[in-house]
């Protein structure tokens, strides 16, 4: 099973894409979408236009985004969040089923610990995935993402059958 996992991001956006059979995982391959543009609506066409790529490119079977939190800033909250529906939208148009798993859920996931910093979580990735060298955090974090979901996949499916 092919599985896509994405940070999403309006500056940057990390993807990455990891093979999962059983217990084994591999990676498969990572990293960031860029947007250019300087107004919203045109860095949102962009971060469709790359995203949409990476599924073409890697074919995933399933797909996994981090959920967004509320922070002091509201503004950059919701700005956030339009980011997300792109990344929650691109798989969707593929007909790809699309998860969602808040962030102390990955980190828990993956490192152990609900608050694990960025370096535990690359560290951790880097463990898990041999080969896997994330040039950048968002890129690591996409790849915890794909983790966390290879582990709840199954479960999720046994909840569905039933």
Same mark, same amino acid.
């Given at each position: 099973m092919r599985i896509l996992g994405i940070d999403p991001g309006l500056r940057t956006l990390g993807w990455g894409v990891i093979d999962a059979v059983g217990n084994r995982l591999g990676h498969v391959d990572s990293g960031v979408c860029q947007p250019? $543009?300087? /107004? @919203?609506?045109? %860095?949102?066409?962009?971060?469709? %236009?790359? @995203? *949409?790529?990476?599924?073409? %490119?890697?074919?995933? /079977?399933?797909?996994? #985004? +981090?959920?967004?939190?509320?922070?002091?800033?509201? *503004?950059? =909250?919701?700005?956030?969040?339009?980011?997300?529906? &792109?990344?929650?939208?691109?798989?969707?148009?593929? $007909? &790809?089923?699309? *998860? +969602?798993?808040?962030?102390?859920?990955?980190?828990? =996931?993956?490192?152990? #610990?609900?608050?694990? /910093?960025? %370096?535990? #979580?690359?560290?951790?990735v880097r463990l898990q995935l041999p080969g896997a060298d994330p040039t950048r955090a968002d890129a690591a974090d996409a790849l915890a993402i794909a983790i966390c979901h290879a582990h709840h996949a199954p479960a999720q499916a046994l909840r569905i059958r039933a």
């Open positions: 250019q $543009g300087s /107004d @919203l609506a045109t %860095r949102l066409l962009d971060l469709h %236009r790359l @995203l *949409s790529d990476v599924v073409a %490119r890697f074919g995933p /079977d399933l797909a996994a #985004v +981090e959920q967004t939190f509320v922070n002091k800033d509201g *503004s950059g =909250t919701l700005k956030l969040g339009q980011a997300r529906g &792109i990344a929650l939208l691109v798989p969707a148009q593929a $007909g &790809i089923p699309v *998860s +969602e798993y808040a962030p102390n859920t990955v980190k828990k =996931t993956v490192v152990g #610990v609900g608050h694990a /910093d960025k %370096r535990q #979580v690359e560290h951790m």
